[in-house]
T-cell receptor, first 112, second 111 residues
Framework: ETGVTQSPTHLIKTRGQQVTLRCSSQSGHNTVSWYQQALGQGPQFIFQYYREEENGRGNFPPRFSGLQFPNYSSELNVNALELDDSALYLC???????????FGPGTRLLVL | GESVGLHLPTLSVQEGDNSIINCAYS??????FIWYKQESGKGPQFIID?????DKRQGQRVTVLLNKTVKHLSLQIAATQPGDSAVYFCAENLNDYKLSFGAGTTVTVRA
C-alpha cells in the first residue's frame, strides 16, 4: 500500500451533475496529481498541485478543477458531467518535483 | 504528438519463465522513466524507475533497461509468478510535472 487514499471508491452520477472526488496524500508528500483512466487505456494527466497551487495541466476542459489544502490533501471537481467522463480517477502524490509518483486506489465514476 | 507506447498489448508467459515487456518513447528530452503494475480494480503500483544517465537498473526480480539511442525501454521479470499477472505501464516524466503513459501490456501467467 502506498499511503495514498481516495474517496469515494465508487460513484454513480447523471449527465449534467457535478462531482467532487477526494485524495489524501502520503505523509510527507506535498505534490498531488490527478489522472483519468478510461477503460482499457493508460492514465491521462489532468493537473498537478504543488504547495496549494496548480502548476501543470493536461488537455482537459475548465470544467475539471481542483484544490489542494494546507495538509496537502486534494479535491478534484468536475462540473456538467458528460457520459465520456465515466472512468477511473487516480490521485498520485510525491515528496517533491522530480520524485516518484505513488498512486491511490482510484475512484470509479459512472455517468449515466 | 510525442508519447510513450508499448510494443505489444498482451503477453502470455509460462510460470517460472522470464518475461520481457517493451516500450518505445519519442521524447528525446525525457530524463526519467517509470514502470508501473496495475492489477484489476487497483491503482498503478510503482515497480522500478530509471533516469536517463543510467542504462540499467535492477530491483527484486525486475530489471529495467534503457536504450537512449533508439528510445527504447524494457522491463524484465525473472521467474515469473502467478502474482505477476497484471497490466504493465511504462511512463515518461515530462516537464517535471506530468507522467505520460502508454496503453499498457497485459501479462498473463500460465500455470
Amino acid at each position: 500500500e502506498t499511503g495514498v487514499t481516495q474517496s469515494p471508491t465508487h460513484l454513480i452520477k447523471t449527465r449534467g451533475q457535478q462531482v467532487t472526488l477526494r485524495c489524501s496524500s502520503q505523509s510527507g508528500h506535498n505534490t498531488v496529481s490527478w489522472y483519468q483512466q478510461a477503460l482499457g487505456q493508460g492514465p491521462q494527466f489532468i493537473f498537478q498541485y504543488y504547495r496549494e497551487e496548480e502548476n501543470g495541466r493536461g488537455n482537459f476542459p475548465p470544467r475539471f478543477s481542483g484544490l489542494q489544502f494546507p495538509n496537502y490533501s486534494s479535491e478534484l471537481n468536475v462540473n456538467a458531467l458528460e457520459l465520456d467522463d465515466s472512468a477511473l480517477y487516480l490521485c498520485a502524490s510525491r515528496s517533491g518535483l522530480g520524485e516518484t509518483q505513488y498512486f491511490g486506489p482510484g475512484t470509479r465514476l459512472l455517468v449515466l | 504528438g510525442e508519447s510513450v507506447g508499448l510494443h505489444l498489448p498482451t503477453l502470455s508467459v509460462q510460470e517460472g519463465d522470464n518475461s520481457i515487456i517493451n516500450c518505445a518513447y519519442s521524447n528525446s528530452a525525457s530524463d526519467y522513466f517509470i514502470w508501473y503494475k496495475q492489477e484489476s480494480g487497483k491503482g498503478p503500483q510503482f515497480i522500478i524507475d530509471i533516469r536517463s544517465n543510467m542504462d540499467k537498473r535492477q530491483g527484486q526480480r525486475v530489471t529495467v533497461l534503457l536504450n537512449k539511442t533508439v528510445k527504447h525501454l524494457s522491463l524484465q521479470i525473472a521467474a515469473t509468478q502467478p502474482g505477476d499477472s497484471a497490466v504493465y505501464f511504462c511512463a515518461e516524466n515530462l516537464n517535471d510535472y506530468k507522467l505520460s503513459f502508454g496503453a499498457g501490456t497485459t501479462v498473463t501467467v500460465r500455470a
